[in-house]
T-cell receptor, first 111, second 113 residues
Framework: GENVEQHPSTLSVQEGDSAVIKCTYS??????FPWYKQELGKGPQLIIDIRSNVGEKKDQRIAVTLNKTAKHFSLHITETQPEDSAVYFC??????????FGPGTSLSVIP | DSGVTQTPKHLITATGQRVTLRCSPR?????VYWYQQSLDQGLQFLIQ???????AKGNILERFSAQQFPDLHSELNLSSLELGDSALYFC????????????FGPGTRLTVT
């Protein structure tokens, strides 16, 4: 069936360094790609998203890139801070609203 | 605070029982999504409703059903519960249909004993 792969599953970086998380999707009907941050005991929170007609989007320290041909999209966090520590999920959503999440990446930022 | 509310926060029940989880979307949002999150399965999309109508279905078991009422709140019904149904159940809402920003509620933790 359709799926979303996400790598790495865990990521540990020093404060101030960059973190990159990569996702690959299989359903070519996917046209919307959000990224969520989930802190312990809370629901996922949307941090950035990108649509299929855009290649890159930035919001302060966070950026997302999309390569539709290769079906890859990535999250880039620069100048990481301890409060960035959380589980990050990518998702691929089709034009008919089917939602598939990646398995998640646990990011630890070491002070 | 996302503006999405879910009740109850915690639920403990026995195998074979039936439970109902409730979700109130953000004011003005017409779409409601239900997700199951377990340790070994990650976040699984169950079902979406838009303005009272079923819009999209994911990996929802036949023992599970949902509906969205005229006031736009939604309920997820889980029946003939099994140990493997123990998980966090999240509701999310968005303003419209395709590709809308989803706001997640705090979740309901279901434990089946």
């Amino acid at each position: 069936g359709e799926n979303v792969e996400q790598h790495p599953s865990t990521l540990s970086v020093q404060e101030g360094d960059s973190a990159v998380i990569k996702c690959t999707y299989s359903d070519s009907a996917s046209n919307y790609f959000p990224w969520y941050k989930q802190e312990l005991g809370k629901g996922p929170q949307l941090i950035i998203d990108i649509r299929s007609n855009v290649g890159e989007k930035k919001d302060q320290r966070i950026a997302v890139t999309l390569n539709k041909t290769a079906k890859h999209f990535s999250l880039h966090i620069t100048e990481t801070q301890p409060e960035d520590s959380a589980v990050y999920f990518c998702a691929a959503i089709t034009y008919y609203d089917k939602v598939i999440f990646g398995p998640g990446t646990s990011l630890s930022v070491i002070p | 605070d996302s503006g999405v509310t879910q009740t109850p926060k915690h639920l403990i029940t026995a195998t074979g029982q039936r439970v109902t989880l409730r979700c109130s979307p953000r004011s003005g949002d017409l779409s409601v999504y239900w997700y199951q999150q377990s340790l070994d399965q990650g976040l699984q999309f169950l079902i979406q409703y838009y303005n009272g109508e079923e819009r999209a279905k994911g990996n929802i078991l036949e023992r599970f059903s949902a509906q969205q009422f005229p006031d736009l709140h939604s309920e997820l019904n889980l029946s003939s519960l099994e140990l493997g149904d123990s998980a966090l159940y999240f509701c999310a809402s968005s303003a419209g249909l395709t590709g809308g920003e989803q706001y997640f509620g705090p979740g309901t933790r279901l434990t089946v004993t």
